[in-house]
């Protein structure tokens, strides 16, 4: 008898599915969520919104999420760049964003191009789909993590993908790409869909540019966002895009019957109203964030070590950090000191959400506690 592991598809057997470690730990810094809670003005204001809803929960949604991609659009307009809902999608999450864009736009005999290490849900989704997926990989005499214009239009010349993957800023090394990276891929790549995912875009320092100033003449270019992070959304799972109309017109064809759920919609709405308060927390995260950045090379320094901490610039709301000697045995360290943060499964390197003071305070004491026995060793 045929039993569910032959029947599932081959290309599929073998492999893991994604999870982050979901634990039950005082303080919990591994998945780049906001460490502060949905403020009780907006929970009241939910509860209203979603009370004249629910009798209506026995009509399907509105299937074109009209009046949410009327207010995503008016929010990303807010940056000087005027985007119209006609360029708007939304779905469930980034994720399910990324999902769709590659229904449309790759598959089988397709391939897509990412630069890593970036976002690991990018190569998940692709083979999903039954598209081939090419790792172009980081990795410039400038660091380690760092992409040129010129090495990244090289690679999509070289491997000629169908849709290319931009992560700006990076998760998980937290730096944006420049808008020169961004056009020279654009420009070497002009069969393919280019995807700059920005979902820590609010986070970035200032005079970082988005790519949303590059979408005007440009139908093949696709920038992502989310409401997860500034917003501090995640539970309420809203992701979407901003791209020519075109874009949003092809996605159509693979989406699910009314895929947006009244509820999300509902939820989703609200948090706009309120951006402002919303992200009100951004600066106090971003503050944690570099308060990270200066602290960790300190540690080892003070500790007498030869070796030292070394965190990546970041532009994001969270700091990865080098210079351990076994990355995971620090992890699990740390977490037995009551703090969760992520293995991203980069040798000697660990990533850290930036949290509120009192959760920084106590990621740095717990590692200050291992150093300098848990630092690389450098002559």
């Known amino acids: 008898m045929t039993g569910v592991a032959d029947l599932l598809r081959a290309d599929l057997r073998g492999r893991t599915a994604y999870g982050a470690p979901q634990l039950d730990v005082p303080v919990r810094l591994n998945t780049n969520e906001s460490s502060y809670s949905v403020p009780q003005e907006v929970v009241d204001d939910v509860a209203a919104a979603m ?49 769709h864009l590659l229904q449309a736009f790759g598959g089988p005999g397709r391939t897509a191009l990412g630069f890593t290490p970036a976002y690991s849900m990018h190569p998940i989704i692709t083979r999903t789909t039954g598209t081939a997926w090419v790792d172009g990989h980081r990795g410039e005499a400038s660091g380690p993590f760092d992409l040129s214009a010129g090495r990244a239009a090289r690679t999509v010349e070289e491997h000629r993908p169908d849709v290319v993957f931009l992560c700006s800023p990076n998760n998980p090394t937290g730096t944006a790409l420049g808008l020169d990276v961004v056009l020279a891929v654009h420009d070497a790549a002009p069969d ?160 850290v959400t930036a949290g509120t003071p009192e959760e920084t305070t106590a990621f740095l004491d717990a590692l200050a506690e291992l150093v300098p026995a848990h630092l690389e060793a450098r002559s």
Not at 67 to 88: F, N
Not at 331 to 337: M, N, T, V
């Open 51 to 99: 009370a004249k809803a629910v009798p209506d929960l026995n009509r399907y949604p509105d299937r074109e999420a009209t009046d949410l991609r009327t207010a995503l659009a008016a929010y990303l307009s807010r940056s000087g760049t005027a985007v119209t809902p006609e360029q708007v999608w939304a779905a469930n999450g980034s994720n399910e964003v990324i999902l």
């Open 192 to 351: 393919a869909l280019v995807v700059v995912d920005e979902a820590y875009a609010e986070f970035a320092r200032p005079g970082t540019p988005s790519a949303l100033t590059l979408l005007e003449g440009r139908e093949r270019l696709v920038v992502t966002r989310t409401m997860s992070k500034a917003f501090a959304l995640a539970g309420g799972r809203l992701g979407y895009l901003a791209a020519d109309p075109q874009v949003a017109d092809a996605l159509r064809l693979v989406r699910m019957p009314y895929h947006l759920s009244t509820p999300s919609q509902v939820v989703a709405l609200v948090a706009l109203r309120h951006t402002d308060l919303l992200l009100g927390t951004v600066e106090a995260i971003k503050a944690q964030r570099d308060r990270i950045v200066d602290t960790l090379p300190r540690l080892g320094a003070e500790a007498g070590a030869r070796g030292r901490l070394e965190p990546v610039p970041s532009d994001a709301n969270f700091v990865l950090f080098g210079g351990l000697a076994d990355a995971h045995v620090t992890w699990q360290a740390l977490l037995d000191r009551g703090v969760l943060i992520r293995d991203v499964g980069i040798p000697h390197y660990l990533r």
